[in-house]
């Protein structure tokens, strides 16, 4: 060995210094970046050269608490003084990417986020994640603005187009602003519907004729006052009547189950909603883009007990958003059903209703609270803990059957990678209640879905919610990683913890560039890819001639030397073994260094398939932990 | 023992209110003694009043031939919704049996004393049919080719 260092350094020395290589530098945060971040807030001023409207609106934004806001440059004006206004900015390599980190941020929060990309081409860009957003409902403020209004129509120069029609059905409010003096007056049109009601996107596009407007006095804006005149905190709340009979309701019913949904964490009653179940024995489920508002190691918990769920003879919905229809849901035909939501016009969509309910879900879990008598009801907690215990048993008996599988192929059943990556964060010396963590991907979705936990409220994400995008999850997670950074509201007692997603070789691409963000930003991520080198619905192709190239990708690839490439660490896994390792030397490099890293877990994608391979993909009760439609 | 007029009404109401609490996105009734629903997978489900008083619906899962695995297999779930070891409320205590013709898989219930029992315990055995029998990964290939089903068209 010394021998050949030895040759090599003679060999070494002998070249002509002409033809000597540099050495390569290494990957380096520019000094600029920790810099910057660290300048104190300067907002707008009427003084002097007086406040440009861009300014004008980031101070509403920060008056609002704007969360955070991720980005990429283009609309310059606005996020400069976004940023400077001492919103938590963050930009990074595309702006579709950064619109999943601004949904990611917001789903672990419940707080409003923004992202914001240039005008024609950085706006087209987020188009999926902002849909993402809208069947979530996430509050996510999208600004996308640069051009000018005087270049409309004339193709002036470059990326012209008119925006609000692209977002047609994927928000819940937005406006071109067009007289810059009603810059402040739109800033309150856009948080009353943030803020208020059921949440969704919101998307302002500024012309370059508002956001360099200049105002050196307050006099010709607009409705130029504070959010304590231009909106109210004031909820809907039930009637005394309406709580009764929903307590009757509940009362008589022999085992009642209560779907919490994301108005439950929007609203942050989740105490309220402990106060409710435990009163009565109420077996308790979330749904929604968020899990832990009711945490799924509680004894009522029927989120792993999908056996159950049939069994339920009351349905109690509160804040579930968007609501199934009755054969998506694993409940029986006969259930009966009460749904509280904040808004009128919702109740009776697709679930016809014994008993509709408007009211703000924290309003009505408090007067609930304090409605019902004390009851228990032994039979129904059994009946939850016998189905929990079978789903574990169910999940432990494919492991073991990916376990054999694994050792027969060399390469990672998804079963066998979930099941490590859930005993690593759950049962070992990590707090179980520590690790916010997200899924995505089919095959890798289906069985990561079905291990990872959520025992607190905004521990876990269903990056696929609803919408069912492949690829925002690492974005996502990294977003939602900085809230953790941060420490922003539920996540503050876990404040600088590593962030954990399990996404797919098809989603990764969408998404890893953002590696480069979070090691910028040092937002320590552990993701787990399963790599069985193809979109996972290949079975699609197979009866169809001339189409199975379209779903593969080439074999074996190296996302792990990517990673690494970004400036992440990487992991290459095929036994259980090597990803218990991986585990542990990743997770002690996000938590001591704050680096992130890339497991890439080489499977086959055969492990689909039922036949060869039992037991192929089972498909997830909803509602529950495997849940990802409502 | 109640009247044959009585129950004839009734299975029409207890249909009907299928129908109105959203389980059936559809429902008919296509003359006597004969039913439709669209129902799962927003297939046309068909029920029938056989003559000798017995609730049949004789296409719950298409293309099953009768000696093949998931045949067994749906035979075996259909017994386990009638196990003993189930709770009283989830079990199915009337005679419920699987048919295999023309290529699929049904299902027929003896209505006993009580066709109104009988009959919502076949549409309860539809809907676990689909809703948990069908989610098993040893179904997927049926899915697939059955149903078309992909990630972006589940249910
Ligand atoms: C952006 C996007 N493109 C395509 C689809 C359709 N689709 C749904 S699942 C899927 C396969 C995904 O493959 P992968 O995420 O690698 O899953 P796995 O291989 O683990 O099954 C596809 C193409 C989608 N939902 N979203
Ligand atoms: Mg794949």
Redesign the interface.
């Known amino acids: 060995m010394a021998k050949a260092a030895g040759v090599a350094a003679a060999g070494f020395v002998a070249q002509p210094r002409s033809l000597m290589a540099a050495p390569i530098p290494s990957i380096a945060i520019p000094k600029e970046v920790p810099a910057t971040l660290s300048e104190p807030a300067k907002a707008g001023s009427f003084e002097g050269k007086g406040m440009s409207g861009a300014e004008v609106f980031a101070k509403l934004c920060k008056e609002e608490e704007l969360a955070a806001m991720f980005c990429c440059p283009g609309n310059y004006t606005v996020i400069n003084a976004i940023a400077a206004a001492g919103v938590p900015a963050y930009g990074g390599r595309t702006e579709g990417a950064m619109c999943a980190a601004a949904d990611g941020f917001s789903r672990v929060t419940g707080e409003v986020t923004a992202c914001s990309g240039t005008e024609g081409p950085g706006f087209t860009h987020m188009i999926m994640n902002i849909a993402a957003a809208s069947a979530a409902r996430t509050p996510l403020l999208v600004l996308a603005s640069n051009m000018q209004m005087a270049g409309d129509d004339r193709e002036a120069f470059i990326q012209t187009g008119y925006q609000q029609p692209l977002t047609e059905g994927i928000k819940k409010y937005g406006k071109r602003l067009v007289a810059p003096n009603r810059v402040h007056e739109y800033g309150a049109y856009a948080f009353r519907n943030l803020k208020g009601g059921v949440p969704g996107p919101v998307h302002l596009d500024f012309p370059g004729e508002v956001a360099r407007a200049r105002f050196t006095d307050a006099g010709s804006l607009t409705d130029y006052y504070g959010k304590e005149k231009y909106r109210s905190e004031s909820r809907p709340g039930a009637s005394n009547k309406e709580v009764q009979q929903a307590a009757d309701l509940i009362s008589k019913a ?2 009642p189950l209560l779907i919490a949904g994301q108005g439950v964490f929007q609203r942050k009653a989740w105490d309220a909603l402990k106060l409710v179940a435990e009163r009565q024995d109420i077996a308790v489920v979330t749904s929604g883009p968020t899990r832990g508002h009711w945490p799924d190691d509680h004894r009522l918990s029927a989120a792993c007990s999908p056996d159950a769920l ?2 339920a ?1 009351l349905v109690i919905f509160i804040g579930q958003y968007c609501m199934p ?4 849901y ?1 409940l ?3 259930v009966k059903a009460i749904r509280v939501h904040p808004v009128q016009e919702d109740l009776g969509r ?3 209703l014994d008993l509709g309910i408007v009211s703000d879900e924290k309003i009505f879990l408090e007067a609930l609270a304090n409605a019902l008598p004390a009851k228990k009801r032994e ?1 129904w907690v059994g ?1 939850l803990a016998t189905a929990r215990a079978a789903f574990e048993k169910q999940n432990l008996d494919h492991y073991a059957l990916g376990l054999k599988h694994s050792q027969a192929t060399g390469h990672l059943h998804p079963a066998v990678m979930a099941k490590e990556v859930h005993d690593f964060f759950y049962k070992g010396a990590i707090d179980p209640k520590q690790t916010v963590s997200g899924s995505g991907g ?1 095959t890798t979705g289906l069985f990561a879905s079905r291990w990872l936990r959520a025992n607190r409220p905004g521990q876990s994400v269903v990056c696929a919610y609803q919408y ?1 995008a492949i690829g925002p999850d690492l974005a996502m997670m990294i977003g939602a990683g900085a809230a953790v950074q941060r420490g922003v509201g539920p996540q503050a007692p876990y404040k600088g913890a590593p962030a954990l997603v399990v996404t797919s070789d098809a989603g990764v691409a969408y998404s890893m560039f953002e590696l480069d963000t979070a090691a910028k930003y040092k937002i320590p991520i552990i993701s787990v890819i399963y790599n069985n080198n193809s979109w ?2 290949w ?2 192709a197979v ?1 169809s001639a001339r189409s199975m190239h379209m779903y593969l990708f080439q074999e074996n690839l190296r996302y792990d030397k990517m990673a690494e490439g970004l400036g992440a660490r990487g992991e290459y896994v095929r036994t259980v073994e090597e990803m218990r390792g991986a585990l542990q030397r990743s997770y002690a490099a996000a938590a001591k260094e704050g680096v992130s890293t890339l497991i890439n877990v080489q499977a086959l994608k055969e492990f ?4 060869d391979y ?8 909803e509602p529950g932990v495997g849940a990802f ?1 409502h | 023992m109640r009247s044959r007029e009585w129950a004839r009404l009734r299975i029409d109401e207890v249909l009907e209110e299928y129908a109105a609490r959203g389980v059936f996105k559809g429902f008919s009734k296509a003359g006597p003694g004969r039913w439709k629903m669209l129902w799962h997978r927003n297939r046309e489900f068909v029920l029938e009043k056989l003559t000798d008083g017995q609730f049949a619906m004789p296409v719950v899962l298409p293309k099953v031939p009768a000696r093949s695995e998931m045949m067994r297999a749906y035979r075996a779930f259909v017994k386990g919704l009638q196990s003993k070891e189930l709770p009283e409320h989830r079990r199915i205590r009337v005679k419920l049996k699987v048919t295999a013709s023309a290529g699929n898989a049904g299902l027929q219930v003896e209505p006993g004393d009580d066709a109104e029992y009988a009959v919502r315990k076949l549409i309860q055995a539809v809907h676990e049919t689909y809703l948990v029998f069908l989610y098993d990964g040893a179904r997927y290939d049926y899915l697939v080719e059955t149903f078309d089903l992909d990630p972006d068209h589940l249910a």
């Open positions: 022999a085992r049939m069994s003879d229809s009755p054969g998506e694993r029986a035909p006969e697709n679930w016809p039979a009946e089919w069912g996972g619905m079975p699609s009866s689909t398939s039922g036949k039992p037991p192929g993909i089972a498909l997830n009760a439609a």
